[in-house]
């Protein structure tokens, strides 16, 4: 009875700690799972596609980039990539911030583009970051994934009815009194969702701990070629067009289908240039691109390929994401996982109400103590 005395009462306390911020943590998550759909129904105007042979990336880069000279393009979606919704899409960045450019890929045209204080863009500030990004945000986020991950398994324990008695884990009693049915239908959907709650509580975590928790065993959270190797090597002729690029990355991945294309920062002086990073989409991809493929900017060599089923150590890297997010099953798991969003807000309702109820009863005594005397 102690100990589950002791372990009911740091369930409570960490509940009451952290509470608030699990609930706005998943309440964003859930609406991030189908962000890319929902910015879509937003902004209908950016995602605005003419029929017809599409323009090349080149073309569409030479676009972006004479329309906002000071941008260092960052990123390109191809419109295959889930970010993109079938345009062309072009992270960059201006200044100290960011924006994304919509370009129509049958057209050329920029049909728009989102800054930092779009309205998703926020949500990911408030999920990432809540809003403490120059105060050490993605910290503490970190460290209320360790909360909520201990808070499960403490709900875990104290759900557990016994080997003979499991199955009454999952019944919600029917009685008119209230702290009762509060009670089931916390205990209830904890259970339920508890899978789901550890996996997505855990890999929020990591996202910022996996170092060191894994340099604790001398471990690696990715595998990465070195950056000796990943070196564009300039030719008198220049930079080849993206679109040459992208076909070498096909032929380098036959099967592969391309997401997106991550541009090397501008070279510092006297610094060498980096290659092109570009992800590939290849059955079966849990993410969005699980083969990468480096390129010479110059000679479209390609200096170094990953591949989940041919490279080892690179399952942690691969999962992560997908687990956190939900993409790993299509639209069936991203469902489950917008309902695990909201979990966190029933069971601090219900929660909430337990507490309350215990320490208004605890509190009549006294009272009518004091009235008789």
Do not use: C
């Not at 045209?109 to 120059?134: C, P, R, S, T």
């Not at 509580?201 to 996202?207: P, V, Y």
């Amino acid at each position: 009875m102690k100990i589950r005395s002791m372990v009911r009462k740091v369930h409570l306390y960490l509940s009451m700690i952290a509470g608030i911020f699990i609930v706005l943590i998943g309440l964003t998550g859930s609406l991030l799972v189908f962000d890319n759909e929902l910015n879509r129904m937003i902004y209908p105007d950016l995602y605005k596609i003419t029929e017809g042979q599409p323009i090349t990336y080149q073309k569409a880069l030479q676009t972006v980039a004479s329309a906002y000279p000071k941008g260092e393009i960052q990123r390109v979606y191809t419109p295959d990539d889930p970010h993109s919704q079938g345009i062309y899409l072009f992270n960059l960045k201006e200044g100290k911030g960011t924006k994304s450019v919509y370009v129509d890929p049958g057209t050329g045209n920029i049909n728009g583009d989102l800054g930092e204080k779009a309205f998703f863009n926020q949500v990911k500030e408030i999920h990432y970051h809540l809003l403490l990004k120059d105060f050490n945000g993605k910290e503490i986020v970190g460290i209320i994934g360790f909360i909520f991950f201990f808070i499960s398994l403490s709900g875990l324990y104290l759900w557990w009815p016994g080997i003979k008695k499991w199955a009454r884990g999952f019944i919600i009693r029917r009685s008119k009194n209230t702290y009762v049915k509060q009670y089931d239908i916390h205990k209830v959907i904890g259970i339920i969702a508890m899978p789901l709650l550890l996996v997505v509580s855990l890999t929020g975590a990591l996202f910022t701990y996996d170092k060191t928790i894994f340099g604790w065993f001398g471990a690696k959270t990715s595998v990465m070629p070195s950056k000796e190797k990943l070196i564009s090597k300039p030719l008198s002729g220049g930079k080849l067009p993206l679109d040459s690029l992208l076909s070498e990355a096909e032929k380098a991945v036959p099967q592969g289908k391309i997401m997106q294309v991550r541009v090397p920062a501008q070279a510092k002086k006297g610094k060498a240039e980096g290659a092109v990073e570009i992800r590939l989409s290849r059955p079966y991809d849990p993410g969005n691109g699980n083969v990468k493929i480096w390129v010479d900017q110059y000679s479209g060599k390609v200096l170094a390929k990953q591949d989940p089923k041919v490279d080892d150590g690179l399952t942690y890297q691969t999962w992560l994401k997908p687990l956190h997010t939900g993409t790993f099953g299509g639209l069936f798991t991203k469902i489950l996982y917008v309902i695990a969003g909201l979990t966190p807000s029933f069971l601090m309702f219900t929660g909430t109400y337990m507490w309350w109820h215990k320490k208004k009863n605890k509190r009549k005594p006294k009272r009518s103590s004091v009235t008789a005397a």
